[in-house]
């Protein structure tokens, strides 16, 4: 299947995209087209499920994760907390409200998830994290009663999940 590059995006014009998309939950379905985030066009195209092309030229999997690493600062430990979670076979979102990921009990479907079970926020091991931040992510997954990660990635792209939740004496 073949994607076209698009900025900060992939268009997938080919209708099997819709297949893609109610299988795995990649993306969404704009126009009858299948329009993915770039982490989830370098992971389908690391699998070897998609090619994308940029101006008419096909590109490679390292091209495209350049690519998209030269668009995003966060975008390597984005991308190994996504890959972590989606290699456990979890459906996993974009984040919203700060948060990296959502993601959705083993089995979830699109369209008929009705709970996020964890929102997970993506960190380098080297970036200080402030308690803000921690402070602010408590509060989104109190607010919609789903459990908040902390996961951080190692400098060998290891992804370890850090629990974080208020402690109230």
Known sequence: MEGRLAEDRVVIDDPAGKELHESGWYGNIEDGKLVLELLEAVLLA??????????GKKMSFAELYRYAAARDPRFVARYAVYYDLRERGLPVRSGFKGSDFRVYDRGAKAGEAEKVKWIVFAANEDEPAALEQLGKA?????????LALWAVVDNDLDVTYYIINELVP
């Open 138 to 146: 408590i509060k989104l997954a109190a607010n919609i009663r789903a």
């Open 46 to 55: 690391e699998r070897g499920r998609i090619e994308v092309s940029s101006a």
